[in-house]
């Protein structure tokens, strides 16, 4: 039970406001190397949320090259590159993840754009939908958990109407849904879901991974909550739809609190198929066994989900 509440208490801690706070206005460029360059945006300005701090890694190559490259949007920036500035010193490690792809010569590789997640991140990832659309007894323990109200319709206007239009503005990028992918883990996965299907003509590709499909506490909602799972299936139903080109990226391990997520993940499935989805065509559902809750379980895989995002699917 300890574990537990101590996983469930991360997936709602964010880094200090201090991270935010010295950040100077101006981008700092690393120089280009081998191993691909960085641009950091420490205080992306918006009308919707808080300023928000960005991290973009440009493929080997990007300075010399005409190419415009597809772009991944990936949700807590704090933990995509850096251990110093992860709030649990691991990382995705997504420029290596995408190196090694590149190396291997299974794709020609990708813009990273890395979102740091605000203060408040449980409210920046939770769908504002899947909320409205909760009972009240299951709203009630949602905002135990959420302590405050939800702005994941705002986060997702920032990335849309805002941050988007300027990487594509300031960068060699191609802008079209077939090659803009948003990414993310446990409610980042939420997020990452809700994004794909409130914007269908922006993102073509969308990876959910270790899915946080019970919302709030496992242990307060059950472990198979069949009111949560309803409200799932009349969202993707009615707010996702038929895959119309897009084609989405699902995963769990069975460690941690990832052991409750693949009974919700079955039925994600089901749904999935009744409405039009194909298996292995439009969406992906993997599980590794042993495998926990946390960045260096989701750095291992990381790579073949690159490499699925990326790949053109069948004709």
């Known amino acids: 039970m300890r574990c537990l509440l101590l996983l469930a208490m991360m997936l709602a801690l964010a880094v200090p406001a201090s991270a935010f706070a010295s950040a100077p ?45 597809p772009v991944i949007y990936m949700h807590d920036g704090q933990n995509v590159f850096f251990p110093k500035r992860s709030g649990y010193n691991k990382v995705w490690a997504a420029d290596k993840a995408m190196l090694k792809l590149m190396a291997e010569g299974t794709t020609t590789g990708a813009i990273i754009v890395a979102i740091d997640h605000q203060p408040a991140r449980a409210r920046q990832y939770f769908p504002q939908k899947i909320y409205d659309a909760l009972g009240a007894d299951l709203r009630a323990e949602a905002d135990r958990f959420l302590m405050g109200p939800i702005y994941s319709d705002n986060y997702l206007r920032f990335i849309v109407t805002e941050l988007k239009p300027m990487i594509d503005k300031r960068y060699r990028t191609a802008k079209d849904r077939a090659n803009t992918y948003v990414v993310g883990s446990s409610m980042g996965g939420l997020i ?8 269908p003509d922006v993102f073509g590709g969308a990876a959910c991974v270790s899915t946080h499909w019970p919302l709030a506490l496992p242990d307060r909602v059950g472990p198979h909550q069949p009111r949560v799972r309803a409200v799932w299936e009349t969202f993707l139903t009615e707010r996702l739809g038929p895959p119309n080109g897009r084609r989405i990226w699902f995963d769990h391990g069975d460690q941690t609190l990832d052991q409750f997520y693949g009974p919700y ?18 969406f992906e559902t993997r599980s590794y066994v042993g495998a926990a809750h946390e960045e260096n379980a989701w750095a291992a895989r990381l790579p073949e989900i690159f490499a699925w995002l990326l790949a053109k699917a069948p004709e």
């Open 25 to 69: 206005s101006a981008a700092h460029k690393a120089k280009p190397a081998a191993a691909g360059s960085f641009v950091d945006l420490p205080r992306v300005t918006s009308k919707n949320i808080d300023a928000a701090r960005v991290t973009i890694w440009f493929p080997p190559g990007y300075a010399k090259a005409r190419t415009r490259w």
């Open 265 to 282: 993940q079955t039925e994600i499935d089901r749904k999935l198929i009744s409405i039009g989805w194909q298996p292995q065509t439009d």
């Open 192 to 199: 990452s879901l809700y994004a794909i299907a409130e914007y």
